[in-house]
């Protein structure tokens, strides 16, 4: 099969909402038109319907804000190009992270806002287009959330754009869903983006510092479920973090970690190299592993990811226990 054919194929199963962001993308940035046919020859259509989430998501975020799909592909390709490539070369170069403190990322891109907003828009993008990041949020929905119990208390620490809280909102299994972000811009956008969708009273969200002796003590034991994405790489202290959520669940209560691996960018500063490393936190915490996955970047083995170390993102399930 070739190229043009195997885009083709997989053009033939996807949503209409993420051809058209596929059709933007490709407009704005035709060299990745490689990359795109890559990660979308083989998803199954668990994955199709995530990624297709997704794509309806940005549509309804360029409505909501008067811009276009076209300007969203254009803040991808800069987050490719200008961002994230960058951080890849130093990575490559140096073997390590270019920051390493949170005063540093802030300094350097959180108090740059107009980057980051591009940063941001390109990153949302990226999840219904990044195979391992459509892997990651096809595993939060079709498995992890369809296999919780009716009833409970979740959490989301770091909500981001609010993907993970809209997938849990719609597998309707808690009696209520909390969202907690340091960041009073963060938890503006996530605020933004659900009212968008119709489920701004669906989620209480709080700005608050998760490591805050009063909020843990208030908090303790009290979620049976906790979703911790893509958070654990911006830390200093990783594994503070995880006994802080030990602390937060209730006894049997799960928590759904998602952290790439080898994943330079301007404000990761923890920098994991294998999935040992994280269930080693895991159980310096006394949590129960359940479940590991491990979600290698389009077109590659995870053998060949590990060994070249390229990006993988790997998703751990623990249990806090009885």
């Given at each position: 099969?070739?190229?043009?054919?195997?885009l083709a194929t997989?053009?033939?199963?996807?949503?209409?909402?993420?051809?058209?962001?596929?059709g933007?993308?490709e407009?704005a940035f035709p060299s990745?038109?490689?990359?795109?046919?890559?990660?979308?020859?083989s998803?199954t259509?668990?994955?199709?319907?995530?990624?297709?989430?997704?794509?309806?998501?940005?549509e309804?975020?360029?409505a909501?804000?008067?811009?276009?799909?076209?300007?969203?592909?254009?803040?991808?390709r800069?987050?490719?190009e200008?961002?994230?490539?960058?951080?890849?070369?130093?990575?490559?170069?140096e073997?390590?992270?270019?920051?390493?403190?949170?005063?540093?990322a802030?300094?350097?891109?959180?108090?740059?806002?107009?980057?980051?907003?591009?940063?941001m828009?390109?990153l949302?993008?990226s999840?219904?287009?990044?195979?391992n990041?459509?892997?990651?949020m096809?595993?939060f929905?079709d498995?992890?959330?369809?296999g919780?119990p009716r009833?409970?208390?979740h959490l989301e620490?770091?909500?981001?754009?609010?993907?993970?809280?809209?997938?849990?909102?719609?597998a309707g299994?808690?009696?209520?869903?909390d969202?907690?972000?340091?960041?009073?811009?963060?938890?503006?956008?996530?605020?933004?983006?659900l009212?968008?969708?119709?489920?701004e009273?669906?989620?209480?969200?709080?700005?608050?510092?998760f490591y805050?002796?009063?909020?843990?003590?208030?908090?303790?034991?009290?979620?049976?479920?906790i979703?911790f994405?893509?958070?654990?790489?911006h830390?200093?202290?990783?594994?503070?973090?995880i006994?802080?959520?030990?602390?937060?669940?209730?006894?049997?209560?799960?928590?759904?970690i998602n952290?790439?691996?080898?994943?330079?960018?301007p404000?990761?500063?923890?920098?994991v190299?294998?999935q040992?490393?994280?269930?080693?936190?895991?159980?310096?915490?006394?949590?129960?592993?359940?479940?590991t996955?491990?979600?290698?970047a389009a077109?590659e083995s995870?053998?060949?990811?590990?060994?070249?170390?390229?990006?993988?993102?790997?998703?751990l399930?623990?249990r806090?226990p009885?």
């Amino acid at each position: 099969m070739t190229e043009i054919e195997t885009l083709a194929t997989a053009e033939a199963t996807m949503g209409p909402a993420t051809r058209r962001v596929v059709g933007a993308v490709e407009a704005a940035f035709p060299s990745h038109a490689k990359y795109l046919r890559r990660s979308f020859a083989s998803r199954t259509p668990g994955m199709v319907a995530t990624a297709e989430r997704v794509a309806d998501l940005v549509e309804r975020l360029v409505a909501g804000t008067g811009r276009s799909l076209e300007s969203y592909a254009q803040d991808y390709r800069y987050f490719c190009e200008e961002i994230v490539f960058p951080e890849e070369l130093f990575f490559r170069r140096e073997g390590r992270y270019r920051l390493s403190s949170f005063a540093e990322a802030e300094r350097d891109v959180y108090a740059n806002r107009a980057m980051m907003a591009r940063y941001m828009d390109g990153l949302l993008v990226s999840d219904c287009i990044w195979l391992n990041h459509v892997n990651a949020m096809t595993h939060f929905a079709d498995t992890h959330l369809a296999g919780l119990p009716r009833g409970g208390a979740h959490l989301e620490i770091g909500p981001g754009h609010g993907l993970l809280l809209r997938l849990a909102i719609e597998a309707g299994r808690f009696d209520s869903i909390d969202a907690w972000d340091i960041s009073e811009t963060s938890i503006a956008h996530t605020r933004e983006v659900l009212g968008l969708l119709g489920h701004e009273d669906r989620v209480r969200l709080t700005r608050c510092n998760f490591y805050d002796a009063e909020m843990r003590a208030a908090h303790a034991g009290r979620f049976t479920s906790i979703a911790f994405s893509e958070v654990l790489e911006h830390l200093e202290e990783p594994g503070l973090a995880i006994e802080v959520i030990r602390g937060l669940l209730a006894p049997g209560g799960l928590v759904w970690i998602n952290v790439p691996a080898n994943a330079p960018a301007p404000d990761h500063l923890y920098l994991v190299r294998a999935q040992e490393e994280v269930e080693a936190l895991v159980a310096a915490a006394g949590l129960e592993l359940v479940e590991t996955k491990a979600f290698p970047a389009a077109g590659e083995s995870l053998e060949r990811a590990l060994r070249l170390e390229l990006p993988v993102t790997y998703i751990l399930v623990a249990r806090c226990p009885q």
